[in-house]
């Protein structure tokens, strides 16, 4: 079975720092693995996605990263700010279109 | 595009009752996704479905049931309701491999 693995659980960095989170899975066969922001009480929203085939996808301050092979991905925050703070949860997509998900890392970005 | 809506957004029940809530996908989607997810922890995949058939299911019991209409919107049921159903459900839909939208979310209390 799939597990999915988070850490840290949380962080706490001062605004404009750089961090990195990290996503770890015991199964390499996965179709994609996806991140995900949630705020407080709330659903969630996507941040990157990236195919088995791929090794990084950027969005804006987000860069995320996949190696299969070793069963990890990261999540790459430049310059944060309060606003990024939320627990981020990254996705795996496996066999049968089954997902799995990690219990998430806390950000908070102080001011 | 209103995006992937979900009703109820709150619900309070009593154990051993029964409970719908409903789903309606992202325009153009086609296959719906539900999770459970407990306080403090990632979601948990409980099925999905897609040409109005049950595809895929994870490790939940038979107390979890649902539908896909027609329309691609959904349902999930469940019955005989327990404390430890409490938790957020989420929707999610997507077109083929592509990436998953979340609902906002049903947040169930069952007392």
């Known amino acids: 079975k799939q597990e999915v693995t988070q850490i840290p659980a949380a962080l706490s960095v001062p605004e404009g720092e750089n961090l990195v989170l990290n996503c770890s899975f015991t199964d390499s066969a996965i179709y994609n693995l996806q991140w995900f922001r949630q705020d407080p009480g709330k659903g969630l929203t996507s941040l990157l996605l990236?195919?088995?085939?791929?090794r990084e996808q950027t969005s804006g301050r987000l860069n995320a990263s996949l190696d299969k092979s070793s069963g990890r991905s990261t999540l790459y925050i430049a310059a944060s700010q309060p606003g990024d703070s939320a627990t981020y949860l990254c996705?795996?997509?496996?066999?049968?279109?089954?997902?799995?998900f990690g219990s998430g890392t806390k950000l908070n970005v102080k001011p | 595009d209103a995006g992937v809506t979900q009703s109820p957004t709150h619900l309070i029940k009593t154990r051993g009752q029964q409970v719908t809530l409903r789903c309606s996908p992202k325009?153009?989607?086609?296959?719906v996704s539900w999770y459970q997810q407990a306080l403090g922890q990632g979601p948990q995949f409980i099925f999905q479905?897609?040409?109005?058939?049950?595809?895929q299911r994870g490790n939940f019991p038979d107390r979890f049931s649902g539908h896909q209409f027609p329309n691609y919107s959904s349902e999930l049921n469940v019955n005989a309701l327990l404390l430890g159903d409490s938790a957020l459900y989420l929707c999610a839909s997507r077109q083929g491999a592509r990436e998953q939208y979340f609902g906002p979310g049903t947040r169930l209390t069952v007392t």
């Open positions: 325009s153009g989607h086609d296959t």
């Open positions: 479905y897609y040409e109005e058939e049950e595809r």
């Open positions: 990236i195919q088995s085939s791929q």
């Open positions: 996705a795996v997509r496996g066999n049968f279109n089954k997902f799995y």
